[in-house]
């Protein structure tokens, strides 16, 4: 969605009628079409995940009429058939509620093929991962609500996991095939506001690292390149940070393998006090949102050797081995 239009009266009685429109477009796996919109400020929902669509303009004849002509202009869609689903509510830049009229749409392309002129990326997502994501609570309703009618087996998707599942996560590993002789050298940064909360990513589910898993702003030396200089390197590409070397301190140092076999590597952990700017999705391929938090409330899913390079931190002590073998 590109903007949103408040209502002229509100202060009618009546409810609004929708000048906004959307579009729910889901494919035959059962995923749903997501657009990552531009960070900037003054736009609706800045850096959030949302669905293609936008106002109603004087030569639209329906809102039917409007959500084609948003999904032609934004990503080059034309689709054959659009249903009315629902009228969602949601906030306007200036906190009124805008009546939007959803429509669902099937489709099954890629959107990597498509002709992007708005936002920064469209992803397909199944419904069970939309939790993790920056997103409107009534967008996830909705797919809730649409998945529950189609028989989806991940219809309500506001029933919390298991137990298990929240306190023993699993994520995805670094690790490559095989053993090698070599031990692969990864920086990561540490970085705390003045609360005292440190800085962490969540991981892009298609990551090829740590995906869907929460992490250090992190990455891996280039060859010829030094663990300061790939640290803020990093620390630029992928959150907008700049970083001089003399402010990165080396704190803890991880020896990590992922799992038994795996390749080992060594995690060099580096404390920063001063940088500029503030953290920005600048690799939403990689990182899908930062957050602070509190050492002793981490999030979950979280890679293993952050939670123990954090706690280890705050005890004093400098290295650490995780699932060694």
Same mark, same amino acid.
């Given at each position: 969605?590109?903007?949103?239009?408040?209502?002229?009266?509100?202060?009618?009685?009546?409810?609004?009628?929708?000048?906004?429109?959307?579009?729910?477009?889901?494919?035959?796996?059962?995923?749903?079409?997501?657009h990552?919109?531009?960070?900037?400020?003054?736009?609706?929902?800045?850096?959030?995940?949302?669905?293609?669509?936008?106002?109603?303009?004087?030569?639209?004849?329906?809102?039917?009429?409007?959500?084609?002509?948003?999904?032609?202009e934004?990503?080059?869609?034309?689709?054959?058939?659009?249903?009315?689903?629902?009228?969602?509510?949601?906030?306007?830049?200036?906190?009124?509620?805008?009546?939007?009229?959803v429509?669902?749409?099937?489709?099954?392309?890629?959107?990597?093929?498509?002709?992007?002129?708005?936002?920064?990326?469209?992803?397909?997502?199944?419904?069970?991962?939309?939790?993790?994501?920056?997103?409107?609570?009534?967008?996830? /309703?909705l797919?809730?609500?649409?998945?529950?009618?189609?028989?989806?087996?991940?219809?309500?998707?506001?029933?919390?996991?298991?137990p298990?599942?929240?306190?023993?996560?699993?994520?995805?590993?670094?690790?490559?095939?095989?053993?090698?002789a070599?031990?692969?050298?990864?920086?990561?940064?540490?970085?705390?506001?003045?609360?005292?909360?440190?800085?962490?990513?969540?991981?892009?589910?298609?990551?090829?690292? /740590?995906?869907?898993?929460?992490?250090?702003?992190?990455?891996?030396c280039?060859?010829?390149?030094?663990?300061? /200089?790939?640290?803020?390197?990093?620390?630029?590409?992928?959150?907008?940070?700049?970083?001089?070397?003399?402010?990165a301190?080396?704190?803890?140092?991880?020896?990590?393998?992922?799992?038994?076999?795996?390749q080992?590597?060594?995690?060099?952990?580096?404390?920063?006090?001063?940088?500029?700017?503030?953290?920005?999705?600048?690799?939403?391929?990689?990182?899908?949102?930062?957050?602070?938090?509190?050492?002793?409330?981490?999030?979950?899913?979280?890679?293993?050797?952050?939670r123990?390079?954090?706690?280890?931190?705050?005890?004093?002590?400098?290295?650490?081995?995780?699932?060694?073998?």
């Amino acid at each position: 969605m590109t903007e949103t239009t408040t209502p002229t009266d509100p202060d009618s009685p009546a409810p609004p009628s929708p000048v906004n429109a959307s579009a729910l477009i889901v494919n035959a796996a059962g995923e749903y079409l997501l657009h990552l919109r531009d960070n900037v400020p003054g736009i609706w929902q800045p850096g959030s995940w949302a669905l293609l669509g936008g106002g109603r303009e004087p030569g639209d004849a329906s809102l039917e009429d409007t959500v084609r002509r948003e999904l032609r202009e934004e990503a080059g869609l034309d689709l054959p058939d659009l249903t009315p689903f629902a009228i969602d509510t949601v906030a306007g830049t200036d906190g009124s509620p805008v009546p939007i009229q959803v429509f669902t749409g099937h489709w099954n392309g890629d959107p990597d093929a498509l002709t992007l002129t708005e936002g920064v990326m469209l992803r397909w997502f199944r419904p069970e991962t939309m939790q993790r994501l920056l997103l409107s609570p009534s967008t996830l /309703a909705l797919v809730s609500r649409h998945a529950e009618l189609s028989g989806s087996p991940h219809g309500d998707l506001h029933q919390p996991p298991p137990p298990a599942q929240r306190t023993t996560p699993t994520p995805r590993g670094c690790a490559g095939p095989g053993r090698y002789a070599f031990t692969v050298l990864g920086v990561h940064l540490y970085l705390e506001d003045q609360d005292g909360r440190v800085l962490l990513g969540l991981r892009h589910q298609d990551s090829a690292c /740590a995906g869907e898993s929460w992490h250090f702003l992190a990455g891996h030396c280039e060859p010829d390149e030094s663990a300061i /200089a790939c640290l803020l390197r990093e620390a630029e590409e992928e959150a907008g940070l700049v970083i001089r070397p003399e402010d990165a301190k080396l704190i803890h140092v991880a020896h990590v393998v992922d799992e038994p076999g795996a390749q080992p590597r060594m995690q060099f952990v580096f404390r920063v006090r001063r940088w500029q700017g503030r953290p920005e999705l600048r690799a939403p391929d990689k990182c899908l949102a930062w957050r602070w938090w509190e050492p002793a409330a981490l999030p979950a899913p979280i890679v293993p050797y952050t939670r123990v390079a954090i706690q280890s931190i705050w005890a004093g002590r400098p290295y650490s081995e995780v699932v060694w073998v």
